[in-house]
C-alpha cells in the first residue's frame, strides 16, 4: 500500500463529495493532498495508485497532473516563483523579470537553485493581469515585479528558510 491508511480514507472522503459514478471529480482536490503529504510533487507511482483508488484510467490522471501548474512533476521546495510570461505580463516586462530570476539565481525554468531554496516555474495566464509583470509565491501574488521587488522577495524567502 502506497499510501497511509489516513490518505486513503480522506481519499475516499473527498471522492464521497460528488455522486456515484463521477469520483473523476475529486482528482483535483485529491492530487493536492497526495503532494502536500509527499515531497511537494507527484510520482507516476503515486498517480497510478490515485487512479487505482479512484477507478479511474491512469492517463486521466497524467492528463490533469500535466495540465494544471499547481502540480509538479519532479521534487521542488517550498519556494516555488511561479512567474506568468503570457502576453499582458509578457508586455508589461515578465520576460526581463523572468530572466532577471533566472541569471540571480543561477536557474533555468523548471530548475531549482543548488541550495534548494528556490524553484524557477512559469505558469500560464494567473489571472491577475492588471497587476503585471507578477508571479505566484506559494498562496501569495506578488504583483508589479520589479528587479528590487525580486530582491526583496527573494531575501524575505531566505530570511523565512533560516528560522
Not at 525554468?109 to 500560464?124: I, S, V
Request: charged residues 20%; contains cysteine.
Amino acid at each position: 500500500m502506497m499510501f497511509s491508511q489516513e490518505i486513503i480514507n480522506k481519499i475516499h472522503a473527498l471522492a464521497a463529495r460528488y455522486p456515484e459514478g463521477r469520483q473523476k471529480s475529486a482528482l483535483i482536490p485529491v492530487l493536492h493532498l497526495i503532494q502536500e503529504n509527499g515531497n511537494m510533487s507527484l510520482t507516476v507511482e503515486q498517480m497510478d495508485e490515485v487512479a487505482r483508488i479512484l477507478e479511474i484510467l491512469p492517463i486521466e490522471v497524467y492528463e490533469v497532473a500535466t495540465f494544471y501548474t499547481m502540480f509538479n512533476l519532479k521534487p521542488v521546495r517550498k519556494s516555488i516563483l511561479e512567474v506568468c510570461p503570457t502576453g499582458p505580463c509578457m508586455l508589461r516586462g515578465s520576460d526581463q523579470i523572468i530572466e532577471y530570476i533566472k541569471n540571480k539565481l543561477g536557474i533555468q525554468n523548471g530548475e531549482t537553485t543548488p541550495d534548494g531554496l528556490f524553484t524557477l516555474k512559469t505558469a500560464e495566464c494567473l489571472g491577475a493581469c492588471g497587476y503585471a509583470p507578477m508571479m505566484q509565491l506559494g498562496k501569495h501574488y506578488q504583483e508589479f515585479l520589479t528587479p528590487e521587488k525580486v530582491d526583496k522577495i527573494l531575501e524575505d524567502c531566505r530570511q523565512a528558510a533560516s528560522q
